[in-house]
């Protein structure tokens, strides 16, 4: 769940697959990876679930959250609250 993209790995690069999919690009999104919130549809709201996957994914990695690539988070961060409210 999650790999977006399908290259076996879920990243950032599965966010952005996901998130030109329901934009209306015509890029390809596995339809079994890319319900992240299991409710049968893909829109906005798996992109928003996925980026917090691995928002709680990288969290869990570091045992000081926020005290790594700071500046850089907290921009990504922004830029999808803003678009996503
Ligand atoms: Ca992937
Ligand atoms: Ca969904």
Do not use: Y
Request: charged share 30%; hydrophobic share 30%; net charge negative.
């Amino acid at each position: 769940m999650g790999d977006a993209n399908g290259d076996g790995e879920v990243n950032n690069k599965d966010v952005a697959t996901l998130f030109r999919h329901v934009s209306g690009s015509n890029i390809k999104c596995l339809e079994e990876n890319c319900d992240i919130n299991g409710d049968g549809d893909i829109n906005n709201k798996d992109v928003v679930a996925l980026f917090r996957k691995l928002s709680e994914m990288q969290t869990t990695e570091t045992d000081e959250p926020g005290m790594i690539n700071d500046e850089t988070d907290s921009e990504d961060s922004g830029s999808f609250n803003d678009m996503f409210g």
